[in-house]
């Protein structure tokens, strides 16, 4: 069975918690990678991996000594992640509300990329104000916070915890098609 087909049928048992029904294309994983810069990353960590289309590019561009940690609250997502079996990855079957802890446990009190798939238009406010407001402080200054969603609901949002420092891109080719925020830490 594909990848996609395998993805489509945990969408229609979680559609809450996945809000789509096919993983990201290769077009969109690549955009969301656009300006990363790999050389200078030690920690990256993945929000939402799902089953690995975002992932596995991040992996294939990650430093020799850099760690990539994931964060998958999906039973069988978080099995095919483990499954990819891949030295720098961690795979953490956890809630992105538990970001700090869960990476404190690790040892790592900052990072420099997070690149996150999450749903937040269904996530909860309260909890999806907290994810967000935790990847802030967790980020390094001049860290990034990527994330992509079909619309721009989420922009004031952003707005409130990154202020002015968010770029804004879209992917055309993506189904569906995708806009990608990029959001800045500045202190
Ligand atoms: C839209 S899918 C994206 C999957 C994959 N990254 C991609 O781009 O194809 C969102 C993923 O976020 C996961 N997810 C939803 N809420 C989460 C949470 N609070 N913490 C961690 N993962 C979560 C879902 O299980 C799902 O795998």
Redesign the pocket.
């Given at each position: 069975m594909s990848n996609r087909i395998k993805?489509f049928k945990e969408a229609l048992k979680?559609i809450k918690?996945?809000?789509?029904v096919?993983?990201?294309s290769r077009f969109?994983?690549k955009r969301m990678l656009k300006g990363v810069n790999f050389l200078k990353a030690d920690v990256i960590v993945?929000?939402?991996?799902?089953?690995?289309?975002?992932?596995k590019y991040i992996l294939e561009n990650l430093s020799p000594n850099a760690t990539l940690v994931c964060?998958?609250?999906?039973d069988n997502?978080y099995t095919q992640l483990h499954a990819l079996n891949h030295p720098q990855l961690i795979v953490l079957k956890?809630?992105?509300?538990n970001i700090i802890i869960e990476l404190q446990k690790l040892n790592f009190t900052k990072v420099d990329y997070i690149i996150s798939?999450?749903?937040l238009t269904i996530?909860p406010d309260e909890?999806s104000d907290k994810?967000l407001k935790k990847a802030f402080k967790i980020l390094v200054n001049n860290g990034t916070f990527i994330q992509?969603q079909y619309s721009l609901s989420y922009f004031k949002k952003l707005k409130k915890v990154f202020k002015e420092s968010i770029s804004l891109e879209f992917e055309p080719l993506n189904i569906p098609p995708a806009f990608i925020y990029r959001c800045k830490k500045v202190e």
């Open positions: 993805f979680n918690t996945l809000g789509t096919t993983p990201s969109l994983s993945e929000l939402g991996g799902g089953n690995g289309a975002i992932t964060f998958e609250i999906n997502f956890a809630s992105a509300e798939s999450l749903p996530i909890i994810i992509y």
